[in-house]
T-cell receptor, first 111, second 115 residues
Framework: DAKTTQPPSMDCAEGRAANLPCNHSTISGNEYVYWYRQIHSQGPQYIIHGLKNNETNEMASLIITEDRKSSTLILPHATLRDTAVYYCIVRPDFGNEKLTFGTGTRLTIIP | DAGVIQSPRHEVTEMGQEVTLRCKPISGHNSLFWYRQTMMRGLELLIYFNNNVPIDDSGMPEDRFSAKMPNASFSTLKIQPSEPRDSAVYFC?????????????FGPGTRLTVL
């Protein structure tokens, strides 16, 4: 049962901001939005997570709409090393550590 | 910090053979996860442990698969007998069992090929 919907692929020019959308229209009030990415031949890597406020860390920013039905991951200055598959995941509240990965968005950074 | 360690990195075996994959989680982490990734099915959670106790094994495909965590620093995933459809990359991940959220740290994976 897919809880998130992401575009299968996107391109972004190097140095520009990459904006990756995610729809999660059935999200519950106590569910968090997580973003992971997987660079080719590596294990997934945590990027950021949020509940309802916008979040920023050294890797990215996460913008969650007020109704929480969608979010956008922003990589402010994309580099070639950001080429990866990006997964948007809705995770149940504390007590259930499962992460269910969908098909993600394959982001290609163009030189 | 060495991160999550998995061995072997690559395994090629013949159908019917027993395969054992190994994982050493990050020291101090209380949760351990086994995932399988294939082109057809993507990244799937097989089983996870909290404090060495299996919590959810609903993703384990069938009785040929078994996982153990005898102590906090070691886990195994065993396939017996192996079949060609088990060919995949198997990832182990660990996380601290604290707080409201958990960031999972993934190992480099074991690429299994069953001929």
């Amino acid at each position: 049962d897919a809880k998130t919907t992401q575009p299968p692929s996107m391109d972004c020019a190097e140095g520009r901001a990459a904006n990756l959308p995610c729809n999660h229209s059935t999200i519950s009030g106590n569910e968090y939005v997580y973003w992971y990415r997987q660079i080719h031949s590596q294990g997934p890597q945590y990027i950021i997570h949020g509940l309802k406020n916008n979040e920023t860390n050294e890797m990215a920013s996460l913008i969650i709409t007020e109704d929480r039905k969608s979010s956008t991951l922003i990589l402010p200055h994309a580099t070639l090393r950001d080429t990866a598959v990006y997964y948007c995941i809705v995770r149940p509240d504390f007590g259930n550590e499962k992460l269910t990965f969908g098909t993600g968005t394959r982001l290609t950074i163009i030189p | 910090d060495a991160g999550v360690i998995q061995s072997p990195r690559h395994e090629v075996t013949e159908m019917g053979q027993e395969v054992t994959l190994r994982c050493k989680p990050i020291s101090g982490h209380n949760s351990l996860f086994w995932y399988r990734q294939t082109m057809m099915r993507g990244l799937e959670l097989l089983i996870y442990f909290n404090n060495n106790v299996p919590i959810d094994d609903s993703g384990m495909p069938e009785d040929r698969f078994s996982a153990k965590m005898p102590n906090a620093s070691f886990s195994t995933l065993k396939i017996q007998p192996s079949e060609p459809r088990d060919s995949a990359v198997y990832f182990c991940a660990s996380s601290p069992l604290v707080g409201v959220y958990n960031e999972q740290f993934f190992g480099p994976g074991t690429r299994l090929t069953v001929l």
